[in-house]
């Protein structure tokens, strides 16, 4: 095309060996236990389609980029799956708590940067969509998945102040999915969503985080020394819900993200 103007795309097909544990023996949301696959467990494999637009023009560039994604022998493990019994099942059809099925993934995202100056950085926005359809789950209806976060927009700039380096980032992003109480039963301490999984979201997230940093040679020495912090005005963003199985009636708990962070930085070279 046009000297400032690319265009790419690419398709392939991926094939994962493993697979991600995640239930009530698990306690930070999607990070979970890993199963290797085996003769019982398929692999999970992916189709990926890729169309991507770049312009440059003068210190800017402008990226468009749209994505899909089929994926095919998605395994889902129930509650209280104990890995290595569901390993050792004849196959994944034998356990009540194992589920195979497909799913799709397709985006776009849109990245404005500029790169000289003495305000450089960059802007970007993506739009997803992650959605499973399991025939023994949600009634064979489509749902999304745990992980689908349908926006995002992020804001990076970068400057300097004599030999001080300044770093701004801004996130704004929709919360997770998560079932209404509702829809969920407990049945003997395991939890059991029959239908409308994942129907609900919880609030947005957004945080603002800054970094100042500079570097000093004294000698033989190389110093750097920065300080960060993470969420400077302290929002009390939702990571997700948990529920707990173990009342008389069901209860979840708001897992809230980190506060306010500081963090010193003293890095010395030689």
Do not use: C
Request: no cysteine; glycine share 6%.
């Amino acid at each position: 095309m046009l000297s400032n103007i690319t265009l790419e795309a690419s398709m392939g097909k991926q094939v994962q060996f493993i697979h991600q544990l995640v239930g009530d023996k698990t306690t930070r949301g999607t990070q979970g236990m890993w199963v290797l696959s085996t003769d019982n467990i398929p692999n999970t494999a992916s189709v990926n389609t890729h169309f991507g637009l770049n312009w440059d023009f003068g210190d800017y560039s402008l990226t468009n980029e749209f994505y899909h994604r089929n994926m095919i022998d998605l395994v889902k493990f129930g509650e209280s799956t104990i890995p290595i019994v569901a390993m050792n099942k004849k196959d994944a059809s034998e356990s009540p708590l194992i589920y195979q099925g497909n799913g799709t993934a397709s985006g776009i995202e849109l990245l404005l940067r500029k790169r000289n100056g003495w305000v450089t950085g960059w802007l970007s926005y993506q739009k997803n969509k992650t959605e499973y359809t399991f025939p023994s789950l949600n009634e064979g209806k489509p749902f999304l998945e745990d992980h689908d976060k349908s926006q995002e927009f992020k804001s990076v700039l970068m400057t300097h102040l004599g030999q001080w380096e300044i770093t701004g980032n801004w996130v704004w992003a929709t919360g997770r999915v998560y079932t209404v109480p509702e829809n969920v039963f407990v049945v003997n301490r395991k939890i059991v969503i029959p239908s409308n999984q994942n129907n609900a979201r919880v609030e947005p997230i957004h945080h603002l985080d800054i970094s100042v940093s500079r570097s000093w040679v004294i000698y033989t020495a190389k110093i750097h020394f920065g300080l960060s912090v993470y969420n400077l005005y302290n929002r009390k963003n939702i990571s997700h819900k948990r529920y707990n199985p173990y009342t008389p009636k069901l209860t979840t708990t708001d897992v809230i993200m980190f506060g306010i962070t500081p963090t010193l930085i003293l890095k010395v070279s030689f």
